[in-house]
């Protein structure tokens, strides 16, 4: 297991930021737990307690792996922590209605993920920009 890299303190506003044209951060380490609401709103879209639950996940995941989640992974930690019954792909969906892996992601600070035939949440390259 990677070491987790350190986020940075409080900064610039999400506006202030680099993102690309469809708001998604350019480099997840300028995110910061206090983007979140902001980023929601953007969204249209409120931060329940559910919908908190996987972007820590997704946030966690990436600062130990560098590298986010696969629907999989999510929705299999999940069941340890919903149960079976909430923790499924419909549920997702009803959680993140707008492109349910990628709305998540971009609260979270990832980077746009690529898209996968399974409708997973998508991957950031392993080096590059996305490290520091």
Known sequence: MKEKIAMPQAGLDLDQLERDEEGFLLDPWDWRPDLVESFAREEDFEVTDERRVIVDYIRDYFETNQ?????????????????????????????????????????????????????????LHRAGACRR
Do not use: H
């Open 67 to 123: 590298v986010v989640p696969e629907a999989r992974t999510v929705l299999k930690d999940m069941k340890g922590i919903w149960g079976p019954d909430r923790a499924t792909r419909a549920a997702r969906y009803k959680l993140f209605p707008r492109g349910n892996g990628q709305q998540a992601c971009k609260i979270a600070g990832m980077v746009k993920p690529r898209k996968r035939s399974l409708g997973g949440w998508g991957s």
